[in-house]
């Protein structure tokens, strides 16, 4: 069965540092999506890309984020000077095989990402 | 803005026995809505999602109902078993292609063997 596939599985890095989070979604899906969950609390909404374009973000998706599908199979989420507050796990998930679906996303094991 | 509360937090039952999770949700003008279940450390799997028009999406022992206009929805668990041991959330979408779910806190259930 096709999956959403994540790397690195955890991430540890200091404050101010540049990461990157990697995910190759199901390969005929159209929408890419970023969540995230800090220990404890909900899953949020940050970014969901369509088209190649960001199609909408939450508030939390500042400046200090991009994404970017720098090829046919990869997208990835950029933090530029990562906060204490952005330690969470985060999920890529993709979903829609056609530009009317409305269907299950498909959400990926996660990178777990500590910020020191 | 949408808010999604699960009831119960946490739900602890003998093996074999039926059960219902319950979801609510302020914001009644939804596309669709899915339950998800999460397992400790892993990623999220949809289990069901029922469309806006329909009432309800059945999936072998899963049973969801939606009821739009009062903003809740239904996960109904038959024959529980020690594998169905997980978290469980529920997420309304508000925008056409997926976009945006608001998640709630989950459901932690456990089936005791």
Known sequence: ?116 | KQEVTQIPAALSVPEGENLVLNCSFTDSAIYNLQWFRQDPGKGLTSLLLIQSSQREQTSGRLNASLDKSSGRSTLYIAASQPGDSATYLCAPCSNFGNEKLTFGTGTRLTIIP
């Open chain 1, 1 to 116: 069965e096709p999956e959403v596939t994540q790397t690195p599985s955890h991430q540890v890095t200091q404050m101010g540092q540049e990461v990157i989070l990697r995910c190759v979604p199901i390969s005929n899906h159209l929408y890419f999506y970023w969540y995230r969950q800090i220990l404890g609390q909900k899953v949020e909404f940050l970014v969901s890309f369509y088209n190649n374009e960001i199609s909408e973000k939450s508030e939390i998706f500042d400046d200090q984020f991009s994404v970017e599908r720098p090829d046919g199979s990869n997208f990835t989420l950029k933090i530029r000077s990562t906060k204490l507050e952005d330690s969470a796990m985060y999920f890529c998930a993709s979903s829609g095989v056609t530009d009317l679906d409305n269907e299950k996303l498909f959400f990926g094991s996660g990178t777990q990402l500590s910020v020191l």
